[in-house]
Structures are given as C-alpha cells and as structure tokens.
C-alpha cells in the first residue's frame, strides 16, 4: 500500500513539474495579459502607448536589443551615443511594438512549451488568434536583468534581426551617426 501511495505521488509531482511555469514564463504571461486587457480598453493608439509604455519598458530588455540590432558597430559609439541610441529604439519598439495590437480587442493566446536556449536565455512559442486568424509569435527572452524580452519574432520574422540588416546598412554608410540619424527619422516619422 506504501508503495501504491509513494508511486501515485511521485507521478502527480512529476506530472505538476511537467505544467509548472519558470518564473520567465510566468512573467511573460502576466505581461502579456496586462497588455492586452489595456489594449481591449484603449480608446486610441495614443492611449494605449501612453498607458502601456511603462509595462513595456519594464518587461523588455532594451538596452540588449538595441546593441544586438547595432551589431558590431555598437563599440564605436560612445557611452552618450549608446544612451542615446538606447532612447531612440525604446521609443521606436514600443510605437511598432504596441502598434501589433488591435485596440478595442483581445485576442486569445496559446501558450506553447518553453525550449531554453543556452545558459540565461528561453523562447517561448505562442500563437494568437485574431478573428479566427492565427499569428505564431515567439518571445526570446533573457535573465540578465530578470527575464526581459529581448526579441519578437513575428511569423518567422525577428524583430532584432531585421533592425540589424537595416540599421548595420546606415553604419557602412555613415558610421555611428548615420544609425543615430536613421533612428531619430524612423521616431520623427512614424508609417
């Protein structure tokens, strides 16, 4: 009877560990919940940045994806040229970021499993439904500064990787200024 009870036990334990979250994903879930329960009750694009701004800020790790969108060109630019670059892309993200959902809808979410990529860093596989559309989105997210995003990848396209193509073509042609000006053009002039 012992037995019976341990292996019972030991199976519910196994299985429990199997649906537990890591603390990533559970902060993945809670931000993505909030933003979406802002973005169904907004009443304007401008609303809603200004409203959800500062979850994003908290939960996306900027300063890691605006030097993984530099690329290599990230240690010509000095200590005040990073910060400013660091403002440029936040505001940037967060426009394009936020611009991704539908105000006045929520849409539903399926979370997938977890894959942890190396040491310190996870994807997590999602799939949202709009309007009996689907859109896999992927979050890589990294722990360096307690489970932040650090890149989007929407339908197979990552949000850093295509930053980097375009903003490593403005440092071959006009060095740390030329990404500072390519940045300050895309936040003056919003598509």
Do not use: C
Not at 25 to 35: G, N, S
Not at 91 to 107: D, N, Q
Not at 123 to 132: A, I
Not at 180 to 185: E, P, Y
Request: no cysteine.
């Amino acid at each position: 009877m012992k037995t019976l009870l341990y292996s019972i036990t030991v199976f519910f334990l196994m299985v429990g560990a199997a649906f537990a979250q890591t603390p990533g994903e559970e902060k993945l879930r809670q931000a993505l919940e909030e933003t979406m329960s802002i973005a169904a009750n907004a009443t304007s694009s401008a609303a809603l940045i200004e409203k959800v701004r500062p979850l994003v800020e908290k939960n996306m790790a900027f300063n890691v994806m605006t030097r993984r969108a530099i690329g290599p060109g990230w240690r010509s630019f000095t200590p005040e040229q990073q910060t400013q670059a660091i403002k440029l892309f936040t505001e940037l993200s967060i426009r394009r970021y936020v611009g991704r959902f539908t105000i006045g809808e929520k849409p539903s979410v399926v979370y997938r499993t977890a894959r942890m990529l190396g040491h310190g860093s996870m994807e997590v596989p999602t799939q949202f439904v709009y309007k009996g559309n689907r859109y896999e989105v992927v979050y890589r997210l990294d722990q360096g500064e307690g489970w932040r995003i650090a890149d989007v990848v929407v339908e197979g396209v990552s949000f850093i990787a295509n930053y980097r193509s375009q903003l490593d073509a403005q440092y071959q042609k006009g060095g740390v200024e030329g990404v500072l000006q390519s940045l300050k053009n895309a936040v003056e002039n919003p598509r």
